[in-house]
C-alpha cells in the first residue's frame, strides 16, 4: 500500500527554521518526481517544491533561496528544509506523488507567528 507522511511541522516564528519530512511507503521514492505543496488558510493549493526522479529541482519563486528540498534514498525520504520563515508560508505543507495514481499525505501544519 502507497502511504506518505508527513512530519515537522509546528509554530515558529519569522526568520525561524523548520525541516520538513516525507515518509514514503509502498513503493522507492527515488524513481518518481516528489513534490511539497501547501495551502494557506483560504487559499488553493501551491506547489512549493519538486524533486524529480532525475534528482533536478524546482521552487516556486517566493521560496526560491530559502526553502530546499533534498530526498534520503536509504530511508525512502523526502525533506523541505525551510529558512528565514515569513508569515505568509502559514499553510498546511502536504507531500505529493504520481506514481501513476496521485498520492497525498495527510499534511502537517506549519504556522509562522510571532
Known amino acids: 500500500e502507497v502511504q506518505l507522511v508527513e512530519s515537522g511541522g509546528g509554530l515558529v516564528q519569522p526568520g525561524g527554521s523548520l525541516r520538513l519530512s516525507c515518509a514514503a511507503s509502498?513503493?522507492?521514492?527515488?524513481?518518481?518526481?516528489m513534490t511539497w505543496v501547501r495551502q494557506a488558510p483560504g487559499k488553493g493549493r501551491e506547489l512549493v517544491a519538486r524533486i524529480t526522479r532525475f534528482s533536478s529541482t524546482y521552487y516556486v519563486d517566493s521560496v526560491k533561496g530559502r526553502f530546499t528540498i533534498s530526498r534520503d534514498n536509504a530511508k525512502n525520504t523526502v525533506d523541505l528544509q525551510m529558512n528565514s520563515l515569513k508569515y505568509e508560508d502559514t499553510a498546511v505543507y502536504y507531500c505529493?506523488?504520481?506514481?501513476?495514481?496521485?498520492?497525498w499525505g495527510r499534511g502537517t501544519q506549519v504556522a509562522v507567528s510571532s
Open positions: 509502498g513503493f522507492t521514492l527515488s524513481n518518481y518526481h
Open positions: 505529493n506523488t504520481y506514481l501513476p495514481g496521485d498520492y
